[in-house]
């Protein structure tokens, strides 16, 4: 399986972007798929993940209530909506995949396929 993200830019804090990370090669309906970002300056950080299924969906506590992670399986594809927008949500923003073995895991060690990231920048 291969990864693309798309769907970062630019825009104004309160504001929303919607972004996509399409799977090729193999169907991605046997992974768990997750988004992780990296602030400039910090580690990389869990910001939210979903099963195959769609029914679990762990987020991180920062994008509670503001970010949506979804997926089509018919498409190969999840998205990572962002709602209300921070200045401190800027960062590049990866897609990931897991294989499904049971359980939905935020660490982003057990990640085995990584997209090659899409920056979003929150301006003030």
């Known amino acids: 399986v291969q990864l693309q993200a798309c769907g970062g830019g630019v825009v104004q804090a309160g504001g929303s972007l919607r972004l996509s990370c399409a799977a090729s090669g193999r169907t991605a309906s046997g992974y768990v798929m997750g988004w992780f970002r990296q602030a400039p300056g910090k580690e990389r950080r869990f910001v939210a993940a979903?099963?195959?299924?769609?029914?679990?969906?762990p987020y991180a506590d920062s994008v509670k209530g503001r970010f949506a992670i979804s997926r089509d399986n018919a498409k190969n594809t999840v998205y990572l909506q962002m709602n209300s927008l921070k200045p401190e949500d800027t960062a590049v923003y990866y897609c990931?995949?897991?294989?499904?073995?049971?359980?939905?895991?935020?660490?982003?060690?057990?990640?085995?396929?990584w997209g090659q990231g899409t920056l979003v920048t929150v301006s003030s």
């Open positions: 990931a995949a897991d294989r499904w073995l049971g359980v939905v895991t935020t660490t982003q060690n057990n990640y085995d396929l």
């Open positions: 979903i099963s195959p299924s769609g029914t679990t969906k």
